[in-house]
């Protein structure tokens, strides 16, 4: 059995720690056996009727201490590139929680740690594993109602000041802000359901100090289908969202509140039960995402579903609409 660490347990990191129970209870395949953070408070909170797991507040100390097989980071974007290549560079796997980093050099530093450590690199860009987004490129590659017409994605949150421990949600330095953070998925599935766009035409605005790029709208340029996308963070009290609309030439996928629909001329619009569906994820993705690279490490196979290098190329592609909206809307190529 492989044995996991957690580095990291404030609000994402507390997510992944309850799907680490669950791989404890499973008994067969990794065990969560310690967890790091420097707040003492948030230790304070792990429980420990699944067995004993060690609590850390020095990530050095732990790897001192631990034989581990694989880790999840769960820290501030700005320290993923640091604890990445330190435990990389212990010998240890690597799930590393989304933005991969802030600048594509950074990625490359991480790949290349990887590479030198002969250890796995897999970035938390859980959409990937998520079923409704699963079961849109499935229509996509395998044009089931043929080729894609247009696309919509949008993505809202209600931020507010101080977010996240010290606010780095929303210093610009630390996160890089509502593109890098909130509309980074949509970025991520935009490619990987059509590929590299050839250009970016962007608005951004920032509507909290210290942050930047708080709400974004864009179009991404391709030979045949049109699409956008929008997010912004800086809603007043309302719930957060995640939606998409993809018009194929003979229907329509809708993910709306969280309820997946196939609209056709015949039928109108009916809901998609995706259990019966083969192939598609129907279990929660923050899990499935940790079993994955688990699997691959267990089996001695490389990451091909979702390797490092895709999100190196969102990383890119952050940038070229962060250089859109920065010259006013001036279409920027990719």
């Not at 050095?60 to 999840?72: F, Q, R, S, Y």
């Not at 990937?128 to 894609?148: H, I, N, S």
Request: contains cysteine.
């Amino acid at each position: 059995m492989l044995k996991a660490g957690l580095i990291g347990c404030g609000s994402m990191g507390g997510g992944h720690l309850g799907n680490y129970y669950r791989f404890n209870r499973e008994g067969d395949l990794l065990r969560l056996t310690c967890v790091c953070d420097i707040r003492r408070e948030r230790l304070d909170t792990v429980k420990q009727d699944t067995g004993e797991i060690r609590l850390y507040e020095d990530l050095d100390e732990m790897l001192a201490n631990e034989a581990l097989d694989m880790v999840t980071i769960a820290l501030p974007t700005y320290l993923h590139k640091w604890a990445t290549i330190k435990c990389l560079e212990h010998g240890i796997h690597v799930l590393c929680e989304k933005p991969m980093a802030l600048t594509v050099e950074d990625c490359d530093e991480m790949i290349a740690a990887a590479k030198a450590a002969d250890r796995q690199l897999l970035i938390g860009q859980v959409l990937r594993f998520e079923g409704d987004y699963q079961y849109l490129k499935k229509l996509a590659d395998e044009k089931t109602w043929g080729d894609v017409v247009s696309v919509r994605f949008t993505r809202s949150s209600s931020a507010h000041a101080p977010m996240g421990w010290n606010n780095w949600f929303l210093t610009k330095e630390l996160s890089g802000g509502g593109l890098y953070d909130l509309h980074i998925h949509d970025a991520d599935m935009i490619r990987c359901v059509l590929g590299n766009p050839r250009a970016v035409t962007a608005m951004t605005r920032t509507s909290f100090e210290g942050s930047k790029n708080d709400a974004f709208a864009g179009i991404f340029h391709y030979d045949g289908p049109v699409v956008c996308a929008e997010s912004d963070w800086s809603w007043k009290g309302l719930p957060f969202t995640a939606d998409f609309v993809v018009n194929f030439e003979r229907a329509t996928l809708q993910l709306r509140r969280g309820v997946l629909e196939l609209g056709t001329y015949e039928n109108g619009l009916q809901p998609v039960d995706l259990s019966t569906v083969s192939g598609i994820n129907t279990d929660n993705p923050y899990y499935s995402e940790t079993k994955y690279l688990a699997e691959c490490i267990r089996d001695g196979k490389e990451n091909t579903f979702n390797p490092a290098f895709e999100s190196r190329e969102t990383i890119r592609l952050l940038h070229t609409i962060e250089e859109s909206g920065n010259q006013g809307g001036k279409t920027v190529q990719f």
